[in-house]
């Protein structure tokens, strides 16, 4: 592990004064042939995945947030993106992807982009292709925490925690399910499209952050109501387009599996908020575009995992099976443990990412229309694969995201002031309101 870093700091060093464009490299080290039809099918999931984020993402978001606030949603999610994406170039890639088998973190040989010559190993997509639609993934991760802390952090404590989270657990994770790490290499460890390694990273760090800030001034005892759920059906329904270049992308190839991903990522969706609003309607009397929005994000980060393993009629169970665990979910968090997850991150996608990454053990079976087990795996052996997965990176991204919130906020406070909080942080922290209604 420390020669991988020493490799990777001399290599972002080498590579920071690099002046040939990463097409020209790619060009100039192409060793076969990239079939254009895939290669098109990513960078346009590519596109797909960064509209999730804005504005599918901060849409949703903004709907849920109170009038005064919906503003700096918007600037914290699209400044996450554009730090989250800046880093991965520089230096998030390599740590994820760097060339290192049964490793920790990847080695330092792709910084600033650099050595991305040739196909990605295994498809027919030149690497720099394959680097661009990890990047949209690397950005939206850490966005998708700013649902936790709505309402009462500070702007600077959000981009700097949201920057070091990045490079300290997103890209290390990613390493080991995905980028021949440890995870997947001596466990067997599966994630399709980002169950472990989007879901449940950024569910529970949100968790975390959220018990790290303290609770909104009168929660649980005054409603915070929506501003405008119109806003975040229009989001939700944002992310549910992107999420099909999301998961289907994940196949890296305009193939069946890709169309199989997409397929199943539909149904799920569809089933899940269905399921939602069904359970909405017994148990509050009415069925609610909130319940149908938040219901299709559950069945959607439920099936993440296994997307591309398994049939249309298990990813409708999952979908189900989302909206069951999803919905009390909440209500547990927030109203019995009085945890202010405002925006229901950890209920709705960690707890869904992690129940999907674990349902998909049983569902690969061929018995059920899955893909199958790799060669020496069985049942049993990847459920224990997925849960220890789980469990690692569950553990982890708490315990690192305790350590990097608590060292940033001795610079930066993390919480917003009593005043900034009851006039707003559109206003407090940003000097704009979104609404100017004279």
């Not at 599918?56 to 400044?79: C, D, E, I, P």
């Not at 920790?104 to 639609?133: C, D, H, K, Q």
């Not at 309607?281 to 439920?302: D, P």
């Not at 950890?346 to 999907?356: I, K, L, Q, T």
Request: net charge neutral; hydrophobic share 55%; charged share 10%.
């Amino acid at each position: 592990m420390n020669s991988s870093i020493a490799r990777l700091v001399a290599t972002v060093v080498a590579t920071s004064l690099l002046l040939v464009p990463v097409a020209a490299q790619a060009q100039a080290g192409m060793n076969g042939a990239a079939d254009s039809g895939d290669t098109a099918w990513i960078l346009i999931s590519s596109a797909l995945v960064l509209m999730m984020a804005a504005p599918g993402l901060t849409l949703f978001y903004g709907g849920l947030v109170r009038a005064k606030n919906f503003l700096s949603v918007l600037v914290q999610g699209g400044a996450i993106v554009a730090v989250a994406s800046l880093l991965w170039i520089i230096v998030g890639y390599t740590i994820a992807f760097g060339p290192v088998t049964n490793g920790w973190i990847g080695a330092g040989t792709a910084a600033m982009f650099g050595n991305l010559g040739g196909l990605r190993e295994g498809y027919a997509v030149p690497e720099s292709a394959f680097a661009l639609f990890q990047m949209t993934f690397a950005a939206i991760t850490p966005a998708l925490m700013v649902g936790a802390w709505v309402d009462r952090a500070r702007f600077g404590w959000v981009i700097a925690f949201s920057a070091l989270w990045s490079l300290a657990v997103y890209a290390p994770v990613t390493h080991w399910v995905w980028g021949g790490g440890w995870l997947a290499h001596s466990f067997g460890t599966l994630d399709f499209a980002g169950g472990i390694v989007v879901h449940t990273t950024a569910g529970v760090s949100a968790l975390v952050a959220a018990i790290l800030l303290g609770k909104r001034n009168g929660f649980p005892k005054h409603l915070m109501l929506p501003h405008s759920p119109a806003l975040t059906m229009a989001g939700a329904a944002l992310l549910w387009v992107g999420w099909f270049g999301f998961n289907g992308g994940s196949a890296l190839a305009a193939s069946a599996d890709a169309a199989s991903a997409i397929i199943n990522t539909h149904v799920a969706a569809c089933a899940a908020a269905l399921m939602w609003i069904g359970i909405e309607r017994v148990s509050v009397g009415k069925a609610t575009s909130i319940g149908f929005a938040t219901g299709a994000i559950a069945g959607l980060a439920t099936v993440t995992p296994a997307a591309g393993f398994i049939s249309p009629g298990a990813a409708i169970l999952f979908g189900i099976v989302a909206a069951a665990i999803c919905y009390p979910m909440i209500q547990t968090i927030k109203f019995k443990l009085r945890i202010d997850d405002s925006l229901d991150v950890f209920a709705v996608h960690g707890v869904g990412g992690m129940a999907g990454s674990i349902l998909l053990a049983a569902f690969l079976s061929p018995a059920l229309g899955g893909s199958g087990y790799a060669e020496g795996m069985t049942m049993g052996k990847q459920i224990v694969a997925q849960i220890v997965g789980v469990g690692v990176v569950a553990a982890f991204s708490a315990i690192v995201s305790v350590i990097i919130a608590l060292g940033v906020n001795r610079v930066v406070p993390m919480r917003a002031s009593e005043y900034e909080e009851r006039e707003g942080l559109d206003i407090t922290s940003h000097g704009e309101r979104a609404w100017e209604m004279d």
